[in-house]
């Protein structure tokens, strides 16, 4: 029972810190009495009564040791989140979004059938395992099956990073005895243990270096770095422009009905199936290799709905 009413207690204070973090985040500088009043009217408030100053600080200093983002103060501007915390690149901005959301799932108990958000296939499985074993620089050991085996392997692994793409998690990680690293997809892993076997982090290695020209998570040595250019459909240019194909994507040409997208990064497989979603909208224009590869993937469609 005791260990019951602990865990409620503690899912109740991460909720709370959630509520206070998207809060402030919604205000460029928000005062204390403001604070105490949205949480008056929040769902998360059972009795309705003000938030307790002291209560207030115990939470910002939670927040900062929890998830590293610090609540600031100015005499003018009120509460903030540093700027340091907002960065729009990498974990944190990933972690405020999921928290905002999180949030909005919290203030709107009564509407919880008309929020629908999508699953993250095997997130709460082994994302923790991982995470940890990252912290303390030590080795895993995983059974693995790809879709495209009926058996598993298994494998000791050293975990150099993971990467979120297209709602599914990957680990970055050094196989024993191989000499590069390699990419796996956590709903792929059967089964994963931690051990007490350490690894070294190389000190050249860094993730965004690693997967900048990449379009998701192929990294292919046959395959360089180029320059992609793409012609895209007006219609289809505002979903660009609000959500970039890739982080080096720069408009080079403007006209009524089409533009130009320039890219630098590898023209790989997995890219050139992430295009045919735009049916005729998106044309490739090079390089040569791409389009190839784009058209080939057009004429199997068609061929396996028969025609010719």
């Not at 379009?215 to 012609?231: A, H, S, Y």
């Not at 994507?249 to 997995?270: C, G, K, L, N, V």
């Amino acid at each position: 029972m005791c260990i019951q009413n602990g865990t409620a207690m503690a899912k109740n204070y991460f909720n709370r810190y959630i509520w206070l973090i998207d809060t402030i985040r919604q205000h460029d500088g928000i005062s204390f009495q403001e604070i105490s009043d949205c949480w008056c009217k929040s769902q998360l408030n059972e009795t309705g009564a003000p938030l307790p100053e002291r209560t207030f600080f115990n939470h910002r200093q939670a927040i900062l040791e929890t998830f590293d983002i610090d609540i600031r103060f100015d005499k003018q501007r009120g509460y903030y989140l540093s700027d340091e915390s907002t960065d729009q690149q990498g974990v944190r901005s990933w972690l405020l979004n999921s928290l905002s959301v999180n949030n909005l799932v919290n203030e709107c108990a009564g509407m919880r059938d008309r929020v629908l958000l999508e699953e993250i296939p095997s997130a709460d499985k082994y994302l923790s395992v991982i995470t940890e074993a990252m912290r303390e620089s030590l080795k895993l050991n995983m059974a693995y099956r790809p879709f495209d085996k009926d058996e598993e392997s298994e494998k000791t692994i050293a975990p150099y990073c993971l990467k979120l793409f297209k709602l599914r998690w990957y680990v970055l990680a050094l196989p024993e005895g191989d000499s590069a690293p390699r990419i796996f997809a956590l709903d792929r892993i059967t089964a994963l243990k931690p051990t007490d076997e350490p690894f070294e982090m190389p000190a050249s290695f860094d993730a965004e270096h690693y997967f900048a020209g990449c379009f998701g998570i192929v990294v292919d040595e046959d395959v360089p770095v180029e320059t992609v250019r793409l012609k895209v459909d007006s219609k289809q240019r505002p979903y660009f422009e609000s959500r970039k194909l890739h982080w080096s994507q720069r408009e080079t040409e403007r006209h009524e009905t089409w533009s130009i997208f320039e890219y630098r990064m590898a023209p790989t497989w997995d890219l050139a199936m992430d295009l045919l979603q735009y049916h005729g909208q998106v044309e490739v224009l090079s390089p040569a290799s791409l389009r190839d590869l784009v058209v080939d993937y057009a004429y199997g469609i068609l061929a396996c709905y028969g025609e010719k």
